[in-house]
């Protein structure tokens, strides 16, 4: 294991770190977090807004009150808000998020938020961020923050891959990247990971919710796969072994997930993920929607 974790949403129990999982009983979905300046700030799904809850500790999140930052009539975006996730982009702390329209899942696009210098600042609508050549459903947005650029890493269907005989809605879902040229423009798309493993393609085929994790000078993304709706939701893991995250190729995939659903100890199975990193910098951790 690379990574302490914290559940938002399960019945593990850890004491001794300071606090007892689960964070959230309900509304716990699709979390993220960050540590700044004293305070940590978790986001996860809430369907029709977007709030962020702070307190100087873990513990403290379960019951510090969430500020809502946004919410919108407007109906290409108003609704099915999910996986909103905090980055410092461009001088600016931004947010990051998939909505659609009323009444159906098919047009999830990523949208982003423009704050201030504190994460708690008045966020603006900003844009919705067209993928170029592909301007198709893509979810789970986060951005990998390199030296030399920052990569928009989304969700989305492949139109290139076959569904399996007999069941044409089973497409692939797959984990794709692109070239950030600003905080809501990016260059074309390059599909870096699709559900290749037995235990990517349990339920339905999907690789989804991608998160970065920067570990000892490497590089690597944590991501979720097979179906979200039941107990084989897992964790795989990528990690960057080139130079350029634009090349397919420079992206291994470990063959095995990384966390799953261990039953006999209580441990749900893991979803939609993101890492943090503690206080002083040292730790690595996990924020997870257990299922
Ligand atoms: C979950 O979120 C919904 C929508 O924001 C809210 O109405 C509800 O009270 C929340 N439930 C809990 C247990 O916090
Ligand atoms: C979405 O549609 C439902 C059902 O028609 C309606 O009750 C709800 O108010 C709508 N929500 C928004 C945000 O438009
Ligand atoms: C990203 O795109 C910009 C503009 O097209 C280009 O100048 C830059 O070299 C690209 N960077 C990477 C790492 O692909």
Not at 9 to 14: G, N, Q
Not at 157 to 172: E, I, L, M, Y
Not at 253 to 272: I, L, M, R
Request: glycine residues 8%; contains cysteine; negative net charge.
């Amino acid at each position: 294991m690379l990574w302490k974790s914290v559940a938002a949403l399960s019945t593990l129990a850890v004491t001794a770190l300071g606090f007892k999982n689960p964070l959230k009983d309900f509304n716990g979905s699709d979390p993220q977090m960050q540590y700044w300046n004293g305070n940590y700030y978790l986001l996860t799904t809430t369907w029709t807004h977007i709030a962020i809850t702070t307190s100087p500790t873990l513990e403290g999140l379960k019951t510090a009150e969430p500020k809502m930052v946004h919410s919108s009539d407007d109906p290409s975006r108003c609704c099915n808000l999910w996986a909103p996730e905090l980055h410092y982009i461009d001088g600016n702390w931004r947010i990051y998020y998939t909505a659609g329209t009323n009444g159906t899942f098919d047009n999830q696009f990523t949208h982003v938020l423009k704050g201030g210098q504190d994460p708690l600042d008045t966020y603006e609508y900003e844009d919705r961020v067209v993928m170029t050549g592909r301007d198709v459903w893509a979810i789970d947005s986060t951005i990998l923050q390199m030296d030399y650029g920052n990569f928009l890493i989304y969700s989305s269907w492949d139109p290139n891959t076959p569904p399996p005989p007999g069941k044409a809605d089973d497409r692939d879902q797959c984990l794709y990247i692109a070239n950030m040229t600003s905080p809501t423009t990016v260059g074309r798309s390059v599909k870096i990971s699709a559900p290749t493993y037995d235990w990517e393609t349990v339920g339905t085929r999907v690789n989804e919710g991608a998160a970065p994790l920067y570990h000892g000078g490497r590089t690597f993304l944590s991501y979720s796969a097979a179906g979200c709706a039941g107990g084989e939701y897992k964790l795989g893991l990528l990690e960057l072994v080139g130079g350029n995250p634009m090349n397919a190729c420079d992206w291994k995939k470990y063959p095995e997930p990384v966390f799953s659903a261990n039953k006999e100890d209580g441990v749900y199975a893991p979803g939609h993920n993101a890492n943090f990193y503690s206080p002083d910098g040292k730790e690595t951790w996990n924020v997870y929607h257990a299922i």
